[in-house]
């Protein structure tokens, strides 16, 4: 490495490539997007990085920025987030890992400590992030490939991560996108750490430290992977490790109590996680955006149509005075209907719901507590953080007068080729008795599993009535993201985007709880129950097939199946005499 001062950058360089990258006025950055050789892959507030492709050579470039305050402090006081990451790239090689070469670095030179930064790292061809290849190149591979390298991934992994924290290398965001995979003609598959801004080396890692390590990582994969594949990974990570210097030989019961120890700070992590995502759907940032016009607020997807956007924003409730649109329900406190609309020229469905405002108090109780349809918006945006299955919210709207909110409005994605439960179960009795019962069971096993998940999320759903959770009409095949751990997305992104048959809607009934009682899952189960009761679709059986199901069949050791019936029961029918006393139908 030489040093080079050119375009107000002092530069660490390999002498091989000076010319190349370095030009009178610096790095050649400008030059290369001109002429198309370079292209942005990640865009942030504090960074962005570029993909350069030369004739013999491929190389990134990742611009950290100075923002804000708190970066102008910072630089004062700690070197440059470019020279970082290249001593620690440096240190993780020396080691023996496989990484990323670094090619340079570069420093703005100011007054006061180091402002920008740039550092350039050489390409590593022919690999993908894990997150990608496991979703969009492993789920589409034939079955039994599939799952040879998926076994082969799990171990692979587990002896990568064993080495790491054996040589001292502890990676604070070991998440998926941070690990490289290449897949080579016979199947063998070869990882690479990147994105080591994060890493910190030293004296091989404690137990605890590992822990957290570990947690960080079965983050992602505790939502998508098996538990024979978390469990495959934990096996391979403790032999690797009793192999090393860094871990003292364990025994079998103190292995398992490790690895339960693994994914019982894996949720507690994950919750807390999820609990700080939730209010970003009410910032601006790279997926959602505030709008606002004359008299109504609100936010936004960042992807939505902007012409539908400019017309909600003109006039929310122009869409309900359309000839022939189709009304789904009508009442004092709330209107549904289905809008129809044209983005990105196609035509699309979408369901357009308006909360009334039934009382002068509620404008004002909103001063203390979000309306309902706000509520919808961020329930809906955090079910997907949580990979739990509902309709996409695309945009809330308020009626902002003297400020205070007034009626609310909330579009959604429409579930195409879905029925509720009341209309699953009209249909399945049209079927014969040998065909009927497969497909019940299936379906009911797929709910119970949504539900389970939904309180393992410490999320609670008042409102859990049949009318409420939709199945697919395809009765070919019922399933949901958590039976057998599938997942579809379009794009390489973290997010938990699972492929299911069973939907919740209708989430202004969902609150968040530090911890989840007895006495609300027995409240959200009966209240589903409840709406079962007038009719014979459903046996004893069936219900008692549900919440064996709901227990996971006491996998985790004794559930008391038999007091919670009785306490289900028991709630349902107090449920049955409230409305019946009120004049409310049971839906």
Not at 244 to 267: M, N
Not at 312 to 341: C, M, N, Q, W, Y
Not at 379 to 384: A, V, Y
């Amino acid at each position: 490495m030489v040093r080079v001062s050119a375009g107000g950058f002092r530069w660490w360089i390999a002498a091989e490539h000076r010319d190349t990258l370095l030009g009178p006025r610096g790095l050649r950055l400008e030059e290369w997007l001109q002429s198309g050789q370079a292209r942005i892959v990640k865009k942030g507030p504090h960074r962005v990085v570029y993909r350069v492709d030369l004739p013999g050579l491929c190389f990134y470039v990742k611009r950290n920025l100075v923002t804000d305050r708190w970066c102008r402090i910072r630089r004062l006081f700690r070197p440059s987030k470019a020279r970082m990451e290249y001593q620690r790239a440096r240190g993780v090689a020396q080691r023996g890992f496989p990484t990323y070469l670094p090619l340079a670095f570069g420093e703005q030179k100011i007054w006061a400590g180091p402002g920008e930064s740039i550092l350039i790292t050489h390409a590593l061809e022919d690999t993908q992030e894990l997150h990608t290849f496991a979703v969009n190149s492993l789920a589409h591979l034939p079955a039994p490939r599939q799952a040879r390298l998926r076994q082969r991934m799990a171990i692979e992994l587990g002896k990568l991560v064993a080495r790491l924290h054996d040589a001292g290398i502890k990676h604070n965001d070991l998440h998926p996108a941070n690990i490289l995979v290449r897949l080579t003609e016979d199947d063998q598959l070869a990882l690479f750490l990147i994105d080591l801004t994060a890493v910190r080396l030293g004296m091989p890692l404690t137990w605890r430290q590992s822990r957290q390590n570990l947690v960080i990582l079965n983050r992602w994969f505790v939502l998508r992977a098996s538990r024979s594949d978390r469990y495959r990974f934990w096996k391979a990570y403790r032999l690797e490790r009793q192999q090393g210097k860094g871990c003292a030989p364990l025994s079998s019961r103190e292995g398992l109590d490790r690895a339960d120890e693994v994914e019982i700070h894996t949720l507690a992590s994950n919750l807390k996680f999820w609990k700080r995502r939730d209010k970003r759907c009410l910032r601006n940032n790279r997926y959602y955006c505030r709008v606002a016009s004359a008299g109504v607020v609100g936010h936004a997807v960042v992807d939505l149509d902007a012409k539908l956007r400019n017309t909600l924003l003109a006039d929310p409730d122009e869409p309900f005075r359309r000839s022939g649109v189709k009304f789904l329900k009508d009442s004092h406190t709330s209107t549904v209907i289905e809008l129809d609309a044209v983005i990105d020229g196609q035509p699309r469905t979408m369901i357009y719901k308006r909360f009334q405002t039934s009382s002068w108090k509620d404008p004002w109780t909103r001063l203390f507590r979000p309306p309902p349809a706000l509520r919808s918006w961020i329930q809906g945006q955090g079910f997907r953080e949580r990979g739990l299955p509902t309709a996409r919210p695309l945009a809330v709207l308020h009626r902002q007068r003297n400020g205070l909110l007034h009626e609310g409005y909330l579009l959604t994605e429409k579930i195409e080729n879905a029925q509720d439960l009341h209309e699953f179960l009209a249909n399945l009795g049209q079927r014969s008795t040998a065909c009927k019962l497969p497909i019940l069971r299936g379906q009911i096993a797929q709910v119970a599993t949504v539900l389970r998940e939904l309180h393992r999320r410490r999320l609670s759903h008042r409102d859990l009535k049949a009318a409420n959770i939709l199945v697919s009409r395809d009765s070919s095949s019922f399933f949901s993201p958590f039976s057998n751990m599938a997942w579809t997305t379009s794009s390489p992104s973290l997010l938990p985007i699972f492929a299911t048959s069973v939907w919740l809607i209708d989430l202004v009934g969902v609150r968040r709880y530090r911890w989840l009682s007895r006495s609300r899952k027995i409240q959200n189960l009966a209240r589903m129950n409840a709406s079962f009761q007038t009719g014979t679709a459903l046996t004893l059986t069936d219900r008692l097939r549900f919440l064996r199901t709901y227990l996971r069949w006491s996998l985790h050791g004794k559930a008391d199946w038999k007091g919670l019936w009785k306490a289900i029961n028991l709630a349902t029918q107090e449920k049955i005499n409230r409305n019946h006393k009120r004049g409310r139908p049971l839906e």
